[in-house]
């Protein structure tokens, strides 16, 4: 693990996600913690050898894999968390990420493994977009609503952390269906991230980039395909279950790990649902099953 400095108080920790680091003389804000208990030690270890102190830490949005370090800088540092609406709600009672996963019910034993459930958080501040003072830094919160709902980035000397906003390439040759919860707004995000132009961007899962427009290409391209495969396959009435058996088999996918059958399940979902919000495709109702199919 190293603190890898971008400007003279923005720096960030490489890893499996990638840690932003906004340093105020010897006092730190963390963007994100990690997975687990064993990335926020390895944080604070790092950040402690060179003398820093860390008092809060933003959270981009509410998967595990964002928060699951909070439990503990919390606990030992007293570090105080800033999220925004509907994200702070499952930081705070995470057992609603495998709730929502599993369709709203008690959640089977294959979702609560730490990638989707991590351990509660307290949030001390709802965040608002717009600027903001957070340990006397002033930063600029930028909504990047779509791969979760309320998903936010944050914009600090000209460098912006954007989260899981965008994917890399080969992320997405990976796993072929990103993770997207409301599709309408990831769409309208990667447009807006599209047109500005920052000094740097910091992806949670990918190398910084001085020019987002390539990535935000590959992302929205995925988006597209994805969508045009979903209608290929709809000229019949299908079920859930069915589309997405068609769609995995279609990808090359071969899933054997029940939370990521679950997790593309959602984003199916999402999908389905911008479509059917769009009028592209309609539901039929009949022998009490739900189908789903092109409109006429
Ligand atoms: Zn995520």
Redesign the pocket.
């Known amino acids: 693990m190293e603190l890898k400095h971008i400007t003279e108080g923005v720096a960030y920790i490489p890893g499996a996600v990638n840690v932003g680091v906004i340093i105020n003389g010897d006092k730190a804000t963390l963007i994100d913690t990690g997975l687990d208990r064993d990335s926020g030690r390895n944080i604070r270890r790092l950040l402690e050898a060179e003398g820093i102190k860390i008092t809060a830490i933003v959270n981009?949005?509410s998967?595990a894999?964002?928060f699951g370090g909070n439990d503990y800088l919390v606990r030992n540092t007293g570090a105080e968390v800033y999220a925004s609406s509907v994200e702070a709600g499952i930081i705070q009672n995470p057992l609603l990420e495998p709730i929502y996963l599993f369709h709203g019910a008690a959640p089977i034993r294959n979702l609560r493994n730490k990638f989707v459930l991590a351990k509660p958080s307290p949030v001390h501040h709802i965040l608002e977009t717009g600027m903001t003072t957070i340990e006397d830094r002033k930063l600029m919160i930028v909504p990047l609503p779509g791969?979760?709902f309320n998903?936010i980035g944050v914009l600090v000397d000209d460098v912006l952390f954007c989260?899981?906003a965008v994917f890399s390439g080969r992320v997405i040759e990976k796993y072929r269906i990103p993770?997207v919860q409301d599709v309408g707004s990831h769409r309208e995000t990667l447009k807006t991230l599209r047109e500005t132009s920052h000094t740097l961007y910091v992806p949670?899962h990918t190398e910084p980039t001085g020019d987002i427009t390539a990535l935000v290409d590959v992302n929205l391209g995925v988006v597209e395909s994805i969508t045009s495969d979903i209608l290929g396959l709809l000229d019949e009435p299908k079920t859930v279950s069915e589309i997405q058996s068609g769609l995995c088999t279609g990808y090359g996918l071969d899933l054997d790990v029940v939370q990521q059958y679950y997790l593309i399940h959602t984003t199916l979902m999402a999908y389905l649902g911008h479509l059917y919000e769009e009028k592209t495709i309609e539901i039929k109702l009949e022998d009490n099953t739900l189908r789903w199919s092109k409109a006429r």
């Open positions: 981009t949005h998967h894999d964002h791969h979760s998903q989260a899981d993770v949670s």
